[in-house]
């Protein structure tokens, strides 16, 4: 599956993909034999006639099916997460095979079946099995028949041309996820392949969606526990963090409820489920900025995300991090490397200015420890501790 970067809606309310139709203003199901008269002209109405009944995209996975279509799936079973999409999923309906696109446009994570269909494709192999198909196009252009220049004419330059051995292919995009693919072969001359797919965001939605958040703690608060003690293996992301022990990822809650507070103008209200936020942090006049992650599969209010990263730099958050081991801020560069003995950390001394020591977990990009030395008073100036796991530990049942 793949995520929908580009329709991250970055807002103080929510972060979120949404989803609407493009149906077109007082367009009805077509009867036999009039599909001209119903069907947009508008290539960018996103709609298609099959076999006298008018599509238009995205649609309600229900309202999909209910038109004869059949999942090659169990689509109760497999799910997505908030903004997601998922490609060539097979579909049936008599002799007719179609692959769709598929994404959830909600902000928790859900079935298939509660997904919505936001494009199809067709090819000739497809076809071979339904030669009676009709597939129309806006404008009446017609599957099988159309040519470049009756596409052209009816829709305009193409926003790009790619020049094949076996086709000409014509794109008309709209916008990021939002286009037409038009195959023309070579052999019969005719628009025989094609990929329609519109995933649009919806904000007032999504708003309305994020307005049933509660802040009830999730499962993953619950399971959370804050460490007794610093310990000595700095990788165990523990720290002692003005004044109190958290093992990170922690919930913003626990911040909060050790005197921190929250700058909601800076910070997103709710966060899509398994999705990452941004969350500003105050504390004796010093300022976090810090990433956040929802760890569970529903959408979750601020104070239910995790804090994945803190950091104590005398050009940012001036706050005391202390890390197992005895590594600390302010403390000379002899008796770090001496912390530092056996842990096979990095070192990067290309600035004029510092030294950078950096302890990574091999497993994980965004699971590390940041060390900066000042080259003029041998001190440590700035420490980064990172930890984004996949998924957090839940309460025993």
Not at 169 to 187: P, S
Not at 261 to 271: F, G, H, I, N, Y
Not at 293 to 306: E, G, K, L, R, T
Request: glycine share 8%.
């Amino acid at each position: 599956m793949k995520k929908l970067v580009s329709f991250l809606l970055i807002g103080a309310l929510v972060l979120c993909l949404g989803a609407a139709a493009l149906a077109a203003e007082g367009q009805e199901a077509p009867e036999d034999g009039e599909e001209e008269r119903t069907l947009s002209d508008d290539i960018y109405s996103f709609q298609l006639v099959l076999d006298g009944e008018l599509y238009a995209f995205p649609m309600p996975f229900a309202d999909f099916t209910a038109m004869g279509w059949e999942y090659d799936g169990d689509a109760d079973a497999a799910v997505m997460a908030p903004y997601e999409y998922t490609v060539v999923e097979r579909f049936t309906k008599g002799d007719l095979e179609i692959y769709a696109t598929m994404a959830n446009m909600g902000i928790n994570t859900a079935p298939f079946s509660a997904c919505s269909v936001v494009g199809i494709s067709v090819d000739p192999y497809q076809f071979e099995d339904a030669p009676d198909t009709e597939i129309v196009f806006p404008g009446g252009l017609a599957y099988g028949a159309a040519t470049a220049e009756d596409i052209q004419d009816a829709y305009g330059t193409p926003s790009d041309v790619y020049e094949g051995d076996l086709y000409t292919k014509l794109t008309y995009e709209y916008d990021y996820y939002r286009d037409w693919e038009f195959y023309i072969y070579k052999e019969s001359g005719t628009l025989d392949e094609f990929e329609v797919t519109n995933i649009m965001p919806d904000e007032e939605a999504n708003a309305a969606a994020a307005e049933l958040v509660t802040d009830e703690p999730t499962e993953e608060v619950l399971a959370y526990e804050a460490p007794g003690e610093l310990g000595d293996d700095p990788m165990s992301f523990v720290v002692e963090y003005a004044g109190d022990l958290y093992r990170l990822p922690a919930p913003v809650s626990a911040f909060l409820e050790n005197g921190w507070t929250l700058k909601e103008v800076q910070s997103d209200a709710v966060v899509c489920g398994g999705d990452y936020g941004w969350v500003t942090l105050m504390k004796d006049n010093q300022e976090l900025s810090a990433s956040m992650q929802n760890y569970s599969p529903d959408a979750a209010a601020i104070v239910n995300c995790f804090v994945t990263s803190v950091e104590s730099d005398d050009m940012g958050a001036d706050l005391p991090l202390n890390l197992p081991g005895g590594i600390a801020r302010d403390m000379t560069e002899g008796d770090l490397l001496s912390a530092l003995e056996g842990m096979g950390y990095e070192t990067d001394n290309d600035s004029d200015y510092f030294t950078y020591y950096k302890l990574q977990d091999p497993d994980g990009l965004w699971d590390y420890v940041k060390i900066r030395v000042s080259k003029e008073t041998g001190t440590v100036t700035s420490i980064e501790v990172s930890h984004e796991p996949d998924e957090l530990p839940l309460p025993e049942k």
